[in-house]
């Protein structure tokens, strides 16, 4: 869930941290370490198996499940967008102006929405979501009003 964590005249930044995402992860791992070194004490083969199989599942979800997201705004008009994953971080930084927000809205089976990034580029505008998942709480519209307040302030 997209957070305003720090907000003064210097500088605000916006995180997406997903440490329940990681925690339920880790806790699963430790499970199926727990369920292989059962089954080798038991002999018993099913439970290295699926132990194995269950930490490797884990593996390839943090890999390409868990990514912390942070965009800092400052008061000349630039902006930082450091997004941190099992891969490494990357970073990319915007010029005055070229920044703005969206919310991308979905009503399958209820209402959720994502906050998107819109950066005006020479091809046009680039849409860039600030988080891998939709959620149905409020911050994704807090954050999009932020950061286009932040925008018609320092444009």
């Known amino acids: 869930m997209p957070k305003i964590t720090v907000d003064t005249p210097d500088r605000i930044v916006i995180e997406d941290r997903p440490w329940f995402l990681g925690l339920a992860l880790?806790?699963?791992?430790?499970?199926?370490?727990?369920?292989?070194?059962?089954?080798?004490?038991?002999?018993?083969?099913?439970?290295?198996?699926?132990?194995?199989?269950?930490?490797?599942?884990?593996?390839?979800?943090?890999?390409?499940?868990?990514?912390?997201?942070?965009l800092t705004l400052m008061p000349d008009g630039q902006a930082v967008l450091t997004?941190?994953?099992?891969?490494?971080?990357?970073?990319?930084?915007?010029?005055?102006?070229?920044?703005?927000?969206?919310?991308?809205?979905?009503?399958?089976?209820?209402?959720?929405?994502?906050?998107?990034?819109?950066?005006?580029?020479p091809d046009g505008i680039e849409r860039l979501p600030f988080t891998r998942y939709l959620g149905s709480s409020a911050s994704h519209g807090d954050v999009v009003d932020r950061i286009n307040s932040w925008a018609s302030a320092v444009g």
């Open 26 to 70: 880790i806790g699963f791992g430790l499970l199926s370490v727990y369920m292989v070194f059962q089954g080798v004490a038991e002999r018993d083969l099913f439970l290295i198996v699926a132990g194995s199989a269950f930490a490797t599942g884990i593996w390839f979800a943090l890999k390409l499940g868990v990514r912390r997201t942070r």
């Open 83 to 121: 997004i941190r994953d099992a891969k490494g971080q990357s970073e990319r930084r915007f010029g005055p102006g070229t920044l703005r927000a969206g919310l991308a809205t979905q009503t399958d089976e209820g209402e959720t929405y994502r906050a998107i990034l819109l950066v005006d580029t």
